[in-house]
């Protein structure tokens, strides 16, 4: 996925802790270098049709919900979200091949440090990932707000 | 040691111009010691490279309270690109994006 800059970060939610830092780190990324953000929420299953079954399209209701929040409580464009089905993984992988992302962010889970550190979706996609991967703790959001207002104070 | 050493000095050269770059050897387990000194320096970011196993970008991503950036080993030509643009001209984003290009090249090289 070497090459140039399309301007493309990929968002992946899940319902870690760091959601709402991976997409302010997102947003700033996106502001920062003129990018357009596709946030990505993944539900486990095989794919859509008639061969879905109530369990996936539960997850897939579960997947959009969750993207719907997001939306709304971060105020981002009605456009640029996406619910993707499969392993966790390999979904947000395919569709940052597909959309030649750029970037992808994704939230951590809050302080392991010290703790038996478990596989999580920010792990695996660091590991693996065709592109860079921000990993963006619970914490950095309160950094971004903090920046964000210092930024506003000084305007 | 020497070896270590030796990759600092070469990421330091690289970052030159755009940050002012310190170097520092730690003794211990990779991703624990590098969390305890991303918290000891309170650190914005922690830059990685992915590697040839990953191992170490996964135990950090897994614990991590600092964002970090994982890049993988062909991927500094893009980061470069993204340095030497309008917004990477403040010294900060062209600094981090260089240091994480000179990451991935660590990478290359190990894989080659």
């Not at chain 1, 802790?17 to 780190?25: L, M, N, R, S, T």
């Not at chain 1, 750029?102 to 889970?109: L, N, Y």
């Amino acid at each position: 996925m070497s090459g140039s800059w399309n301007g493309t970060i990929i968002c992946a939610v899940d319902e870690t802790d760091g959601v709402d830092a991976a997409i302010e780190v997102a947003r700033e990324l996106a502001e920062r270098f003129d990018a357009r953000i596709l946030v990505v929420s993944v539900a486990d299953g095989h794919g859509f049709g008639l061969g879905e079954s109530a369990s996936e399209r539960q997850a897939r209701t579960g997947a959009r919900r969750r993207l719907d929040r997001l939306v709304a409580e971060h105020e981002l464009p009605d456009e640029g979200h996406r619910v993707a089905v499969g392993d966790a993984v390999e979904a947000v992988a395919l569709v940052a091949a597909e959309e030649a992302a750029d970037v992808i962010v994704v939230g951590a889970r809050r302080g392991l440090l010290g703790r038996t550190l478990r596989s999580s979706l920010a792990a695996e996609l660091a590991a693996t990932a065709p592109c860079p991967v921000v990993v963006a703790p619970p914490e950095a959001a309160a950094a971004t707000a903090g920046r964000a207002s210092h930024a506003h104070l000084r305007t | 040691v020497t070896a270590s050493i030796a990759v600092l000095g070469r990421a330091t050269r690289a970052v030159r111009g755009h940050a002012e770059a310190e170097r520092r050897v730690e003794f211990g387990a990779p991703a624990v010691t590098l969390l305890l000194l991303a918290g000891r320096e309170n650190a914005e970011l922690i830059v990685v490279g992915a590697g040839r196993s990953g191992r170490l970008a996964a135990a950090l991503a897994a614990a991590t309270t600092r964002p970090l950036l994982v890049v993988p080993a062909d991927e500094p030509a893009r980061l470069r690109e993204m340095g030497r643009g309008p917004h990477g001209r403040n010294g900060v984003p062209a600094g981090i994006l260089e240091a994480a290009a000179v990451a991935a090249g660590e990478g290359q090289r190990e894989l080659a």
